[in-house]
């Protein structure tokens, strides 16, 4: 059967972001404060926002000759609000009539220069902390030296601040888009990793943004001028849009979250499920007062359904879940209304969203059958969709009969670390080029302790070979000296007779995390 979200279908916004983002049907004054950095107490108003963006996509085109379709790369860390000035270049290059693609910040030269040919960044927009990095793959991917440009107030090593180059008087007029161009134009190229280990970019209309955008502010429906909210997975489109103060804050340690709720009144907070955790075990928690959060919003990864009502228990706080994909954005979402969430939910679909549910041998399944989830949305791509326009998640999920869905299993390719995916054949094909393996599948192993998913391997051995820690360990060590950080294999080395797989040959990695 196919399930329809239990919202009201919305109006489908037919401009381009920028215009969506700044056309104020709530009638934020320009005065009004929308950002603040928790650090410095410096601040944008909404009238500022809208001047420094244009400011900066003048900048842009004067002095780095930037024109429609060019491309601004940001090489930052957390992909929303680490500096105050973040929204106004993403707005700033949209505005110009650019496409906006970010970085993964844990990428080394090689990687990251991959991603700027990929997508073709002519311009670069670094966090001081990772320059050499930028540095070394800007040269790789021919961007010139005068086209990186920092956030921050410091020059370094000859690379000066965006702002004391493309910031001065002058203002544009941002790029206008009909409903067809809006359509067909990009706007951001967001990567995810693929099947294949190596990381995708996807390319995000104006329309699929701005529709982004409206299904969130529908859902969200509290929120609005008089709210103030925080976190590490906060959007930076919605808020010159509601009218909300949003704290930036870019260290996410325990006593600065504290530290800003009970400084700012925070009352919406969106973060991700180690937080959860990090909140519920320091005891420094109990100092500091949080009582004006009326909400915490979890995305990223599925929360525990313990791990929620312990978080409940000692802070009376609720919870509200989502679910989401780099190709969609959000898909469901608990409402920040509902008086009680359901332990374990991810919400409801999102308005102007269907969705069926299909079993292994394709067939439509009904309420509480777990099976393959496809959404049919407004805002899909072109990839992966079947002939009635519905795209194939790869999650295993289940609804209820009030239209809740449930998170059964998470995508059977890819493993979800703290703040990036993991892509198992990675894994898997650098395992095949050690000298003692024969076959190999990789899979992720839920750590309560750090509440993420953390790779652990399952190999087979050549004869001549005897399973020992040792070898365990060789293994372990021939991997992570070829991978980031981040992708080690930071589980066992588990040997096995034979890797389970179908008939054609795919490793069936289900019958692994059962064992």
């Known amino acids: 059967m196919i399930f329809k979200s239990k919202y009201p279908d919305i109006e489908i916004p037919q401009v381009g972001i920028y215009q969506y983002v700044t056309s104020n049907p709530n009638k934020i004054p320009d005065d009004k404060v929308i950002y603040v950095d928790r650090v410095t107490d410096r601040s944008y108003t909404f009238g500022e926002f809208k001047h420094e963006s244009k400011k900066f996509a003048a900048g842009l085109q004067d002095k780095l000759e930037f024109k429609r379709g060019d491309v601004l790369a ?47 960044a002519s311009v670069l927009i670094v966090h001081p902390e990772i320059l050499e990095v930028a540095i070394e793959a800007s040269i790789n991917a021919n961007i010139l030296t005068s086209r990186v440009l920092l956030f921050g107030d410091i020059e370094i090593n000859g690379h000066k601040p965006y702002r004391s180059v493309l910031i001065n008087d002058r203002e544009i007029e941002p790029i206008y888009y009909t409903p067809e161009e809006a359509k067909s134009t990009t706007a951001y190229i967001l990567y995810s990793s693929g099947t294949t280990g190596k990381p995708k970019g996807i390319e995000i209309t104006h329309t699929s943004m701005a529709v982004r955008s409206a299904q969130e502010i529908s859902v969200q429906s509290n929120l609005g001028p008089h709210s103030i909210n925080m976190g590490v997975l906060v959007g930076h489109l919605e808020i010159p849009f509601e009218g909300a103060t949003t704290i930036i804050c870019s260290n996410f340690s325990v006593k600065s979250i504290c530290e800003s709720i009970q400084k700012f009144k925070i009352d919406h907070f969106y973060t991700a499920p180690p937080i959860i955790l990090n909140l519920i075990n320091d005891p420094l928690v109990q100092q500091f007062n949080l009582s004006s959060v009326d909400a915490i919003i979890c995305t990223g990864a599925p929360l525990r359904d313990q791990l929620e009502k312990k978080f409940y228990d000692m802070f009376k706080i609720p919870i509200l879940q989502g679910y989401g994909l780099t190709e969609m954005g ?186």
């Open 74 to 120: 940001i090489f930052s860390f957390n992909q929303y609000f680490v500096k105050i000035d973040y929204p106004n270049v993403v707005l700033g290059a949209i505005a110009a009539g650019g496409k906006v693609t970010t970085a993964n910040p844990k990428y080394e030269a090689t990687e990251l220069s991959s991603h700027l040919s990929d997508s073709g």
């Open 330 to 515: 959000e898909v469901t979402e608990c409402s920040d209304t509902i008086e009680s969430t359901i332990p374990g939910s991810v919400g409801i679909l999102f308005p102007n969203m269907k969705a069926k549910i299909l079993s292994d041998d394709g067939r439509e399944l009904g309420c509480n059958e777990p099976g393959e989830l496809w959404i049919h949305s407004p805002k899909t791509t072109d990839a992966v969709i079947d002939t009635d326009g519905f795209f194939n998640t790869g999650d295993i999920v289940s609804v209820d009969e009030q239209g809740y869905y449930f998170i059964v299993d998470r995508k059977k390719e890819f493993i979800r670390g703290l703040d990036f995916d993991i892509a198992p054949s990675e894994l898997e094909s650098i395992l095949l080029t050690q000298e003692a393996v024969s076959d190999a599948a990789v899979i992720g192993y839920y750590s309560e302790k750090e509440e993420i998913e953390i790779p652990t391997a399952y190999v087979t051995i050549k004869n001549g070979y005897n399973r020992s820690q040792a070898l365990a360990e060789e293994i372990r060590s021939f991997v992570n000296e070829k991978v980031l950080p981040y992708k080690r294999l930071t589980g066992d080395i588990m040997f096995i007779d034979r890797i389970p797989k179908t008939q054609s040959g795919k490793i069936l990695r289900r019958v692994l995390k059962e064992n």
